[in-house]
């Protein structure tokens, strides 16, 4: 009886713990491939550390239609950068969980301008993110709608 | 498949990420790229968790060049001539025993402020909501203002021009093709200052309604009809949208006819050129006296139709990251700048003479057109 005792207070106490103790298990939420809202390119996002990076798996129209060649990264203000191939391009760095359904400290690329952003991810729910890149402050942005992809068997 | 050589010493394997795995804990370097081979065909087939998750179009283009959220600014006219007529139906006027007759005056430049904001709101994929604001004078820089004797040279050499306006600018995307866009304005313009400001009575609305098509990341153009005070005094007008750019983004097109058109050229993303021209103008309301006691040009029914054609060249490009730079070159040619008698307050709509050419102008003003010069510093949207 002791022993069922030490046991079910050990369980007890042990669960407790396992509630509380800091996780970052809501944060994996944020794994996936999702798709912004003009349908023009499919986005993975995956874990490297601590810390959540997307990079483009799809894009709508991949050829480049004066080279013929695949799309690179042709307004990147960096010289080098120029010919790095789009697909496969990191353009979600660096977010961390914020708890809250939030991703925060993080960038975001837009490829059509070369410029890297503020942002910031939250979750309306499993299927969609609001997507809020910014200058500076929150409120001088723009929010965008992504929401979640299944691959087809 | 290797993406680029500079990234070979960072190549790591994207499906030991994709488990979600917390062992990894080595980040690379740079991570702007993936240097692995992955089958990206695998996400060519692939469905919305969510049912009835749909796309919206974008309000934006490829190619085109950024909407300014902040911007400073400073707008030169070099010197014209300005003649003012004598002052018609003056039995209607106030006051008696002044000195109405035409003159002609030159002047060395009229110049000013233009400072403009233009915040989101709302920003999201359904609905974008901007509000903003603008504060633009124009100051009058005669070559004798002594010799001044007509009462609004005399009143412009005192007082200037000056419009603060509040606008709200809605874009709603239908589906991922069709949108509608409404942009309305409230202006305050007149001679006033601001230890003599107008009643709020003398705002001046203008709106347009827009109902366009994005058929692909290149194009979208629309058909609508507009409130404006852009050739000086109202009208309702058909509009037309037309922005592109073409495959090479080298050349493309900002048209909101009749209000501005322009042909871009594209160095690169922070670089353009444009070449065209936009309609300016507003109803200046004659609120304040003129310096000299002679006349008072206080009259609550008087205003000022100025209408103006700018043609340009426009070269704007990025200073740093989202700080770009605007010069412009152009040409101002007068369309209008007569005075009007609203009776009773109520607007003279003339339709340009199509429907109604009455009231007639109390005065008929001609201004030369000088060359001018526009610089401004902006702070451009996301």
Known sequence: MKKLSFILVFSFIATLFWSFAPTNTGGDRLIGVWEPSNGRARVKIEKIGAKYYGKIVWIKEPIDPVTKKPKTDKNNPDPDLQKVPLMGYRMLKDFTYKGNDEWADGTIYDALNGSTYSCVIKMTNENTLNIRGYIGVSVLGRTDVWKRLVVKK | MLFHSKFLPFTFVVAAFSTGSTIWAQVPENTDTIIVEEDYSLYDNVEYTEEGARRFCSPKIEGLSPAKLISIGYDYQMGYNMSADTLNSIQTSPGGGFNLNAQDAQLLSSHGMRIGFNIPVIAKTNLVWQLGGNYWEQRYNFADPASLENPMLKTLSAYGLKTAGISTTLFKPLNDKYFLLFQGSADYSGNYTLKDMMPLNYLKYSAALIYGKRPSELKQWGVGLARTY?????????????????????????????????????????????????????????????????????????????????????????????????????????????????????????????IDDQPEYVMINNLTNPLYFNISINLVSP
């Not at chain 2, 353009?272 to 004659?286: I, K, N």
């Not at chain 2, 304040?288 to 043609?311: C, F, H, K, P, W």
């Open chain 2, 230 to 354: 852009r050739v000086g005094e109202i009208n309702y007008i058909p509009v037309v949208l037309y922005n592109s750019t073409d495959t090479q983004n080298k050349w493309g097109t900002e048209i909101l006819f009749p209000a501005r058109a322009h042909v871009r050229r594209t160095i690169n993303s922070r670089n353009m050129l444009f070449a065209g021209y936009e309609l300016e103008g507003q109803s200046y309301r004659m609120w304040n006296t003129s310096s000299v006691d002679a006349y008072q040009m206080r009259d609550d029914e008087l205003e000022i139709r100025r209408g103006e054609i700018r043609l340009r060249m426009v070269y704007e490009f990025s200073l740093k990251e989202f700080i770009w730079m605007s010069i412009q070159a152009g040409y101002r040619i007068n369309y209008r700048f007569d005075m009007d008698r609203l009776m009773n307050g109520e607007e003279n709509y003339r339709a340009f003479g199509l």
